[in-house]
């Protein structure tokens, strides 16, 4: 007699993960694809003051310049927040 109790064989434990990833990759395709699009839309040059500094730049360089200045301060402000939170997990002395 048959209680419902068999297990589960390998591909049906794996069927929920695998479906999240491919959502996931799905999701990441699309938005780098729309920002792809965005980037070719803006393609021509503007003209940019920053304090006393006035030039000309293409718009994708003004766009991916500020994507990188935003990675590498988001990169060190999580390094800074991670490191900064193992240093108050350490264990306080024993007292004998």
């Known amino acids: 007699m048959d209680n419902g109790n068999t ?3 390998a591909s049906q434990k794996q069927t929920p993960t695998i479906t999240w ?6 999701a990441i395709i699309t938005l780098i694809a729309l920002w792809v699009l965005f980037l070719l ?3 021509e040059q503007t003209q940019v003051s920053f304090l006393w500094l006035t030039f000309t730049a293409s ?6 310049g ?3 200045v935003g990675a590498v301060l988001g990169a060190f402000l999580t390094y800074r927040f991670c490191a900064k939170g193992k ?3 350490l264990k306080p002395p024993q007292f004998s």
């Open 66 to 68: 500020t994507l990188f």
């Open 87 to 89: 240093k108050s997990q």
């Open 59 to 64: 718009r994708i360089l003004l766009l991916l």
């Open 41 to 43: 839309q803006n393609t």
């Open 7 to 9: 297990p589960m064989n």
């Open 21 to 26: 990833r491919k959502i996931r990759l799905g």
